[in-house]
C-alpha cells in the first residue's frame, strides 16, 4: 500500500497541521527527502511485493494504480503520470 500526495508542499502543510493539534514536528528538509525518496522506493516496492496498490491521499484516498507480478492496472492516469 503506497500513501501519495501530490504536491510535497502539501506533505509540508499537513504536518504544521498535525504540530497545530498538537502532534509531533519533523524538519521540512526531511519532509522533502522523505517526499522524494518514497517516490523513488516504489519502484523497488512494486516489485518486492506480491500485490501493490497505490492511493492518492491529497484530497480523501483516489486509487492511481495496482498491479501484481507482470499485471498493472491505472486507474488514474493523471496521478500515475505525475508518480511516475
Excluded at 43 to 60: M, T
Amino acid at each position: 500500500m503506497f500513501f501519495w500526495l501530490n504536491d510535497v508542499e502539501l506533505a509540508i502543510e499537513r504536518v504544521k497541521i498535525r504540530v497545530s493539534e498538537g502532534g509531533h514536528s519533523i524538519p521540512e528538509d526531511v519532509i522533502r527527502r522523505r517526499y522524494f525518496k518514497g517516490i523513488q522506493n516504489l519502484k523497488l516496492f512494486i516489485q518486492a511485493v506480491d500485490f501493490w496498490f497505490a492511493l492518492n491521499n491529497s484530497a480523501g484516498l483516489k486509487f492511481i494504480a495496482e498491479g501484481k507480478k507482470n499485471e498493472m492496472i491505472i486507474f488514474d492516469n493523471e496521478s500515475w503520470a505525475k508518480l511516475k
